[in-house]
């Protein structure tokens, strides 16, 4: 066999730069792509990754490799590949995709040295333990949360279950647990099998039954077959078929990561699948944003150790260090927190596609709103579409009204009219019966603007070139770009009017207006403003699933996999302004909005509504979710993004630019334009930049060069050398996002 003779290595002290090494001949065949090697480096030596192995080094003169440390490597080779994948879609340097894959936290520790406590639950002690922790509480929900894990890290079990270590301790004293002491990295694999599980499953309806066997077709296929995407209706069974399909998989040996939009926005999700994996002694392992740093790498290792064989969390779980990999989800696939921000701008759904045809493992993309990709992709059969149409036990979907407000009286103190009769009727009447009410508003604050209605002027941010929100709680205008906020003004900054005019509303105007239609109401804001405080949000939930609540009024945040049979109306609120932002992807995001929100209503036995106030009742977003109409949707979306060239029918690629200075900013942008014509010809046409739809964030202007691309076109390498490679004057910044989000 002919074992690579090279290595390109990436050091671990500073990933972005590669380096060649030789591999000696006693090390050949041993080095897998990322592997821990120790290689020499000038007088010393150092750690670094193996990350590629290329027929010849690019420099004459390369030393050997010196070492191997460990025996498998500590990025699974698989996610190396991915790492290669990303820097050459989203052209961004491999480093950073590294840094992306292989976290600080876990970099930076050897790994080895620590020592943690893995407490786990004694076999057979179920009975004996409803005796022993009769009484104490906090020993026995401790208790169950062992069982149902299986078995962890003690401070991770800490966190997860609220008790402290003293309840641990208790249970181990009682004979109920074993702790013992445990290396962080290279611990045995976690027992698996004996217990029966203890969560009921329901009886899989029709489809959810059709579904499974498509899923079953699939994944016998090589290579794990296509991408499943499973267009369901909300509370149609999504999740049971994640569940199903998980468990199977796992059954096989093989491991499961599934991705959600929001971890903490989806407790109940989570639940659902430590429920399922009660007393089958495997460990799910949940990544979300507020992990300490300890916390962050303790889970790395525990995956990669092949400890914890489910993984959950948003978008960088996909990176989760699993391999032998079975399955991965991505529920609510079309949601925009898929999508990183910054480099590297990677699209987490896509990357999943991607990882699962490098690791052979199947996929599911879930939605009752698939994106339009997905869509584009399943009606060319690149994807298998699976639809669940009917919700569980027959429910139906909401009935669901327009309102049209150039139709509704003026309020007379010439306000923005926020309730129509309508809508107030439907809410009050809901809460006679006993019924819950969600009130949808894409706005915090109290009004998103604050003019002069003598000179006209509107008080804008100092830093950004938008206007300032009016916060009536602390009474501060604040901007919703940079988080700036200086005191409201008493009297017009420019023309010293003592008037100013609030225009329009937010979720702090509207819950005054509830509050004032409807005396006595139990409401309660959700939005980022009021759900500050740690556990206020799961808080909120809690009252409102327990009926302590009428009303929950607040932004996107409530649209969000929530299940509460109690809701039976839903309001949507000014959501005309999202329809009229500069992006194709405008009335996509508006339409996704409003099915999602209607789908929060009716999920119990009473049927629902659903109130959608617009000036533009006749707007296709709007009349298309009004009928839960997702195919008639695409198709016509699809229409309009072919006859624009938008994306899936060309790539899109936004670079963009900011400084201080204006005009250097300009010139660079200019400048790069220059050198594309020049490199692309005809073969892309490269517009003049443009001022971003914000053309200032943080006092810094900004400049964008919108492209679109004809698929197949390879300019990725131009736009590395002359856009990312050139060193920019100090202060400039210069990026390059691929499939942007984003285009403000
Ligand atoms: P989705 O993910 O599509 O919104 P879920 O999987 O959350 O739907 O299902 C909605 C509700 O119906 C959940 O409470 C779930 O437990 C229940 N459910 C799902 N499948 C079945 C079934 N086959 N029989 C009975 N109840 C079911
Ligand atoms: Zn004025
Ligand atoms: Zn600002």
Request: hydrophobic residues 35%; proline residues 6%.
């Amino acid at each position: 066999m002919n074992y690579p003779e090279f290595v390109k290595v990436a050091p671990e002290l500073g990933l972005d730069r590669l380096f060649d090494y030789g591999i000696p001949q006693r090390l050949r065949g041993r080095i897998q792509l990322g592997q821990r090697l120790r290689v020499p480096w000038g007088k010393r030596s150092i750690m670094a990754y193996a990350v590629e192995f290329p027929l010849r080094p690019e420099v004459e003169q390369v030393k050997d490799v010196e070492e191997v440390a460990g025996e498998k490597p500590l990025i699974p080779s698989g996610l190396c590949q991915l790492a290669r994948w990303m820097a050459d879609y989203y052209a961004c340097d491999l480093g950073a995709a590294l840094r992306t894959i292989l976290p600080g936290p876990v970099r930076s520790h050897e790994g080895g040295g620590k020592m943690a406590w893995w407490i786990s639950p004694v076999p057979g002690r179920e009975e004996m333990a409803k005796e022993i922790l009769r009484g104490a509480k906090a020993q026995e929900k401790a208790w169950l949360h062992l069982l149902g894990c299986g078995g962890g890290w003690q401070t991770v079990l800490v966190k997860e279950s609220g008790a402290g270590t003293a309840v641990w301790r208790a249970l181990v004293d009682r004979g109920l647990a074993e702790r013992s002491e445990k290396r962080l990295v290279r611990g045995e694999e976690a027992a698996e099998g004996g217990w029966p599980g203890s969560e009921t499953r329901p009886e899989l309806g029709k489809e959810q039954t059709e579904a499974m066997l498509a899923w079953e077709e699939e994944r016998q296929r090589e290579g794990g077959g296509r991408p499943i995407l499973l267009e369901g209706v909300t509370g149609s069974g999504k999740t049971e078929i994640y569940l199903r399909a998980m468990e199977q998989v796992l059954g096989e040996g093989k491991n499961v990561i599934i991705l959600v939009p929001e971890i903490s926005l989806t407790p109940q999700t989570v639940a659902r699948f430590r429920g399922r994996l009660v007393g089958r002694k495997i460990r799910l392992s949940v990544l979300h944003s507020g992990q300490t740093v300890a916390e962050r790498r303790e889970s790395w290792h525990e995956i990669r150790e092949g400890r914890a064989r489910v993984v959950i969390g948003a978008r960088s779980a996909l990176f989760a260090p699993l391999e032998n990999l079975g399955l991965i989800v991505v529920d609510e696939e079309h949601d925009g927190g898929y999508k990183q921000a910054e480099a590297p701008r990677y699209q987490a759904r896509d990357l999943a596609v991607v990882r699962g045809r490098t690791e052979g493992a199947p996929v599911i993309l879930g939605s009752a709103t698939p994106c339009l990709e997905s869509g584009w992709n399943a009606d060319r059969d690149k994807y298998r579409r699976v639809r669940l149409t009917q919700r569980v036990d027959g429910a139906k979907l909401p009935k669901v009204h327009i309102v049209d407000l150039r139709k509704e009286d003026k309020p007379s103190g010439g306000g923005p009219i926020l309730l129509s009769e309508e809508l107030v009727t439907a809410l009050k009447s809901r809460r006679e019966k006993g019924e819950q009410s969600l009130v949808l508003l894409n706005r915090r604050g109290y009004a998103p603007s604050v003019q002069c209605p003598h000179c006209g002027k509107v008080e804008e941010c100092d830093r950004c070139a938008v206007p300032m929100t009016y916060h009536r709680i602390d009474g501060k205008l604040r901007c919703h770009f940079c988080d700036a906020d200086r005191a409201s003004p008493v009297r017009c900054r420019e023309c010293g009017s003592p008037v100013l005019k609030y225009t329009g509303a937010g979720t702090e105007r509207l819950e005054e207006g509830v509050t004032e239609i409807m005396p006595g109401v139990r409401l309660t804001r959700m939005d980022s403003d009021s759900m500050k405080a740690r556990g206020a949000h799961a808080k909120a939930l809690t009252e409102f699933r327990e009926g302590r609540t009428d009303i929950l009024l607040g932004t996107q945040m409530i649209a969000k996999g929530l299940h509460f049979p109690n809701v039976t109306c839903v309001g949507v609120v000014g959501i005309d302004g999202a329809l009229n932002l500069p992006d194709f992807r405008a009335s996509e995001r508006v339409f996704q909005l409003l099915v999602q929100v209607a789908g929060r209503a009716g999920r119990g036995e009473v049927a629902g509504e659903v109130f959608v106030q617009t000036y533009t009742p006749f707007h296709p977003a709007i009349q298309f979710a009004r009928h839960h109409d997702v195919d008639g949707f695409r198709e016509q979306e699809l229409e309009y993004r072919k006859a624009h060239g938008y994306p899936p029918f060309r790539r899109a690629i936004l670079l963009s630019f900011s400084g201080s200075s204006e005009a250097q900013t300009l010139a660079s942008a200019e400048h790069v334009v220059k050198k594309l014509r020049l490199a692309w010809g005809d073969k892309v046409e490269v517009p003049d930049p443009c001022p971003a739809p914000i053309a200032r964030v943080e006092g810094r202007f900004r400049f964008h060069v919108f492209l679109l691309v004809d698929r197949g076109v390879p300019i990725l390498g131009d736009l590395k050398r002359e856009v990312l490679a050139p060193k920019w004057p100090s202060g400039l910044k210069v990026s390059v996002d691929v499939d942007p989000q984003d285009l403000l």
